[in-house]
């Protein structure tokens, strides 16, 4: 069926140190979105992509969409210890409900 | 962000107990989700509503059922809780689909134990 991949599960970097989580499906996307969600807390919009090979920039947040619109990335740059928490991705087909990756938590040590 | 609220924000129950999550929101988004977070799964969608009169299956809805009492109202119900149900509970919000609007808005989880 329809799902989106998400890798790493875990990842663990020293502050400074640049993270960058990936989401994967096997059929074109029209959609997808990227949550933050800090520990205890719940799911917070960051970005939506939509365009195939679109790349959008939020301070040290980079976003990628694929041209084939099949993956995406988030890359952040010298992370910071308030980037503590799991990202989330969440693909859609039909610009309906979505799919979410299964995230990547973040730990950065100060 | 939405004013999307959720209660109970916790909830301990027993096997076999029927018990009702509900989540209200006060922005007037026409769509309303209920998804459930389980350990190392992301979150995972049980229903959606598009508007008052329209209710679809999600992922895993096998051991749920939805009520749509009202735009602002969404509630979730298991009929007979089991043990594998226990995880956090989202309920979340999004204005009519166009590709522009879509943002989903959160409310802050109930956190559910089936003993």
């Known amino acids: 069926g329809q799902q989106v991949m998400q890798i790493p599960q875990y990842q663990h970097v020293q502050e400074g140190e640049d993270f960058t989580t990936y989401c994967n499906s096997s059929t074109t996307l029209s959609n997808i979105q990227w949550y933050k969600q800090r520990p205890g807390g719940h799911p917070v919009f960051l970005i939506q992509?939509?365009?195939?090979?679109e790349v959008k920039k939020q301070k040290r947040l980079t976003f990628q969409f694929g041209e084939a619109k099949k993956n995406s990335s988030l890359h952040i740059t010298a992370t910071q210890t308030t980037d503590v928490g799991t990202y989330f991705c969440a693909g859609s087909y039909n610009f309906n409900k979505f799919y979410f990756g299964s995230g990547t938590k973040l730990n950065v040590k100060p | 962000d939405a004013d999307v609220t959720q209660t109970p924000r916790n909830r301990i129950t027993k096997t076999g107990k029927r018990i009702m999550l509900e989540c209200s929101q006060t922005k007037g988004h026409d769509r309303m989700y209920w998804y459930r977070q389980d350990p190392g799964l992301g979150l995972r969608l049980i229903y959606y509503s598009f508007d008052v009169k329209d209710i679809n299956k999600g992922e895993i809805s096998d051991g749920y059922s939805v009520s749509r009492q009202a735009q602002a109202k969404f509630s979730l119900s298991l009929e007979s809780a089991i043990p594998n149900q226990t995880a956090l509970y989202f309920c979340a919000t999004s204005l009519t689909g166009t590709a522009l609007t879509e943002t989903q808005y959160f409310g802050p989880g109930t956190r559910l134990l089936v003993l």
């Open positions: 992509l939509v365009k195939s090979g």
